[in-house]
């Protein structure tokens, strides 16, 4: 006969989830520097109270306009919501202890009822908000494209928390070898369904700790993220951009491919990000990326690259609509505006890495937006202006390394939580005619 552990809920828990979320609101930093910074500041918290804290603040994003609409008059009181949500959801499998008043337990009670049996407005646009805890422009966005049974797999994928999920480091070893080893240090895992080179791990755990990691074996890389790098097919001495490169995940994975041989070039505009990439591809082994932090995307270094790239890989800056399980606070500060401007420095960054693709050669523009304004349409636009580029079938490229996709209608490339358990993802392969 099982047993359920009592968990008491300390208010000073309580307060910490409030404080944290009040930071998430009030800073433009994403949610998970915003954690990062708390738990620097409370190093005595110990390794249970931290995991209450992330997890119920990544909770509470997630189902944030929910929650405020069932608090009503207490929807600015955030240690109201959080016990509301913890009402609701609760933490694991366990018992909870709250520290409720007597005075708010009614009120709480009442919450709980409204939480879970919300009277949806009519208009469809803010019926699925409310539901799923969305902005309105957003849902009203893919329902511009989407029949309302899409849009709401999709809203619901989206809710859930993402898998951990493991590229391998074919420099130094297979798949098989690493999934052994981390089997043999208590970490299951099981093979993607379409990267070849892929884990996703049977439970969430920190395992950066372990030695397959220290070792170079692997990296943490959403399986939709991986698929973006096998659309370049990067081969082994050829020349290779990675226009956009940031913390360098897509960086190692093309260097990799290229068998640790050729040039690759790692740009990015903030030296912050880029020099993650350096202990990084220590770790992996990599030796031949070349890393430049650019005053701009016309600097010199990009201008001597003019005709010679046979890959450029721009994975553009934009809305993170197809991360929102991942990073839910972004789905606030996100707003029509902003995603008008990051549009404009899609189509900026595009024009300026065409130059770079030799005739023959390749630019992969990849997302993780599931808005068209990022998507299609920017390639489209693209298109019309550099007519000397042909779009690829993705799938065609995809199915030379093996690699079966299912749900792709056209010529790009789209992956999604609803329809194949990955992030959200869109791409495009763009040849250069010869």
Known sequence: MSTTTLLRVYPV?????????????????????????????????GKRDRAFVAETVYGMLRHYRRLAYAARRRADDLRFLTLLY?????????????????????????????????SLPDDPVAALGLCYSLPDWLIAAWLDTLPREAVEARCAALKAPAPLTIRV???????ETVRQRLRAEGFPSR????????????????????????????????????????????QPGQVVVDGCAGGGGKTLHLAALMQGKGRLYAFDIHKA??????????????????????PHNRASIVRRLYGKADVVLVDAPCSGTGVLRRNPD???????????????????????YAPLVRPGGRLVYATCSLLPAEN?????????????????????????????????????LRVEPAT???????????LRRS
Not at 90 to 106: I, N, T
């Open 376 to 412: 299609e349409q920017q390639v489209h636009a693209f298109l019309e202006r550099h007519p000397d580029f042909v779009l690829a079938p993705a799938t065609d490229v995809l199915s030379r390394q093996g690699i079966v996709l299912p749900h792709q209608r056209d010529a790009f």
């Open 330 to 352: 972004a789905a606030w500060k996100m707003t029509p505006a902003r995603v008008t401007a990051l549009v404009e420095q899609q189509r900026q960054i595009l024009d300026a």
């Open 420 to 430: 194949h358990g990955t992030d959200g993802f869109f791409a495009a392969v763009l």
């Open 169 to 175: 480091n074919t420099l130094k070893t297979d798949r």
């Open 273 to 294: 990000r880029l020099q993650e990439l350096r202990p990084r591809a220590r770790r992996a082994d990599v030796h031949n990326i070349r890393l430049h932090v650019l």
């Open 191 to 234: 093979p993607t369904p379409y990267s070849p080179v892929g884990l996703i791990l049977e439970e969430k755990a920190f395992i950066f700790r372990t030695r397959a990691f220290q070792e170079g074996l692997f990296e943490v890389q959403d399986e939709g993220s991986q698929l973006i790098s096998f659309l370049t097919e990067a």
């Open 13 to 45: 828990w309580i307060e910490a989830v409030g404080t944290v979320l009040q930071e998430i609101f009030r800073s433009p930093l994403p949610a998970d520097t915003i954690l990062q910074q708390f738990f620097r500041k409370h190093r005595k918290m």
């Open 86 to 118: 913890l009402k609701v959801f609760g933490f694991g499998a366990a018992s909870l202890d709250l520290p409720v008043r007597p005075s708010e337990q009614g009120a709480l009670e009442a919450s709980v009822q409204r939480f879970q049996h919300p």
